[in-house]
T-cell receptor, first 109, second 113 residues
Framework: GQNIDQPTEMTATEGAIVQINCTYQ??????LFWYQQHAGEAPTFLSY??LDGLEEKGRFSSFLSRSKGYSYLLLKELQMKDSASYLC??????????WGAGTKLIIKP | IAGITQAPTSQILAAGRRMTLRCTQD?????MYWYRQDLGLGLRLIHY???????GKGEVPDGYSVSRANTDDFPLTLASAVPSQTSVYFC????????????FGPGTRLTVL
């Protein structure tokens, strides 16, 4: 079957760095997406990886290892506004997204 | 309009009633999607449309139907609502089916009693 695993909840301190991990098993693989979702709002796109390696975009970076079925989202210089759920989604051979349940990130002052 | 709009924002519905959730986008995206989001579960695809005039079934299509008469609109209909359809429903669109990012509407919170 197809499956995405990510931690349910993480806590970090304002100004620190946090890494949110995601492992995936899909029928075929055509890329890995990360989305941010604030409580009561819609998911918004953060990053996309299709090749192995690190993609950096400001304070956020995303890493992919296709051989390991593994990705992580790295958030630097954490701000209170980064408190949100972070959704990992893998695109399968049919180009449909398989979504994880999300990681709720709590930022403490 | 900028992006994707959904209506209504929220709705309480009696079981057995028919309900249509509306979704409109102004980005001229070819592909559109309907998801439901339930606590503790990932987004689950209900139906999708790769282009106007075509639709396809997602992971959880039973009890739902869609139509795509034009590029902009993608309504989702619950023919006879049941309590298990209580959820938050998100409409999304993307520019092509090649996996470009999906952009989401604000969601509809539906409660079926």
């Amino acid at each position: 079957g197809q499956n995405i695993d990510q931690p349910t909840e993480m806590t970090a301190t304002e100004g620190a760095i946090v890494q949110i991990n995601c492992t995936y098993q899909t029928s075929g693989f055509n890329g890995l997406f990360w989305y941010q979702q604030h409580a009561g709002e819609a998911p918004t796109f953060l990053s996309y990886n299709v090749l192995d390696g690190l993609e950096e975009k400001g304070r956020f970076s995303s890493f992919l290892s296709r051989s390991k079925g593994y990705s992580y989202l790295l958030l630097k210089e954490l701000q209170m506004k980064d408190s949100a759920s972070y959704l990992c989604a893998a695109r399968d051979s049919n180009y449909q997204l398989i979504w994880g349940a999300g990681t709720k990130l709590i930022i403490k002052p | 309009i900028a992006g994707i709009t959904q209506a209504p924002t929220s709705q309480i519905l009696a079981a057995g009633r028919r309900m249509t959730l509306r979704c409109t986008q102004d980005m001229r995206h070819n592909a559109m999607y309907w998801y439901r989001q339930d606590l503790g579960l990932g987004l689950r695809l209900i139906h999708y449309s790769n282009t106007a005039g075509t639709t396809g079934k997602g992971e959880v299509p039973d009890g739902y139907s869609v139509s795509r008469a034009n590029t902009d609109d993608f309504p989702l209909t619950l023919a006879s609502a049941v309590p298990s359809q209580t959820s938050v429903y998100f409409c999304a669109s993307s520019d092509g089916t090649g996996g470009l990012p999906q952009y989401f509407g604000p969601g509809t919170r539906l409660t079926v009693l």
